[in-house]
T-cell receptor, first 112, second 109 residues
Framework: DSGVTQTPKHLITATGQRVTLRCSPR?????VYWYQQSLDQGLQFLIQ???????AKGNILERFSAQQFPDLHSELNLSSLELGDSALYFC???????????FGPGTRLTVT | AQRVTQPEKLLSVFKGAPVELKCNYS??????LFWYVQYSRQRLQLLLR??SRESIKGFTADLNKGETSFHLKKPFAQEEDSAMYYC???????????FGSGTRLQVQP
């Protein structure tokens, strides 16, 4: 077990709604990364936080946002949901930049 | 921009046969390469990191900078090796992994 936890495991919601996904990194890890895994796009990097600060942005839509709290857990907020947002959302953590990343179990989001 | 290519979507072999999962990358600098494995309905797990030069679960991978490849190999496949395998690249100065599209390995009895 890598120690990264994510809640909820599954989420089913309707188009236009807003959801929040939560991630707790491994003990001691300061970096948190969010990835989206979909059938057509594969694994895509969304955003990274390091010790509370945003450090890198990938293919993250403007409807999506994230933050990392003082206790280092992170939340990914997805709003105005569309059918195409249905995917597995993974969180990963690492000690710092340039170190191997350890993944959480993912949250499966289904937008109906 | 950096890119990782895994040309095979599916690789099917029989138990005991050798396995080679191909990975090619494009990046002009000195990358760090990783292999991650995702068993059915489970999280991605780090399998190998090229810097460590380890052998995990019988798998090895050698970085070939001349051919810009990082193929994953195992001499004798086991049924429990059946999973999705992702090659990933970490570029100096960037923070996020760039993943290939993945190869599904099916090991038949």
């Amino acid at each position: 077990d890598s120690g990264v936890t994510q809640t909820p495991k599954h989420l089913i919601t309707a188009t236009g709604q807003r959801v929040t996904l939560r991630c707790s990194p491994r003990s001691g890890d300061l970096s948190v990364y969010w990835y989206q895994q979909s059938l057509d796009q594969g694994l895509q990097f969304l955003i990274q936080y390091y010790n509370g600060e945003e450090r890198a942005k990938g293919n993250i839509l403007e409807r999506f946002s994230a933050q990392q709290f003082p206790d280092l857990h992170s939340e990914l907020n997805l709003s105005s949901l569309e059918l195409g947002d249905s995917a597995l959302y993974f969180c990963a953590s690492s000690v710092g930049n340039g170190y191997e990343q350890y993944f959480g179990p993912g949250t499966r989001l289904t937008v109906t | 921009a950096q890119r990782v290519t895994q040309p095979e979507k599916l690789l099917s072999v029989f138990k005991g046969a050798p396995v080679e999962l191909k990975c090619n990358y494009s990046y002009s600098g000195s990358p760090e390469l990783f292999w991650y494995v995702q068993y059915s309905r489970q999280r991605l797990q780090l399998l190998l990191r090229h810097i460590s030069r380890e052998s995990i679960k019988g798998f090895t991978a050698d970085l070939n900078k001349g051919e810009t490849s990082f193929h994953l190999k195992k001499p004798f496949a086991q049924e429990e090796d059946s999973a999705m395998y992702y090659c990933a690249l970490l570029v100096t100065g960037r923070r996020a992994l760039t993943f290939g599209s993945g190869t599904r390995l099916q090991v038949q009895p």
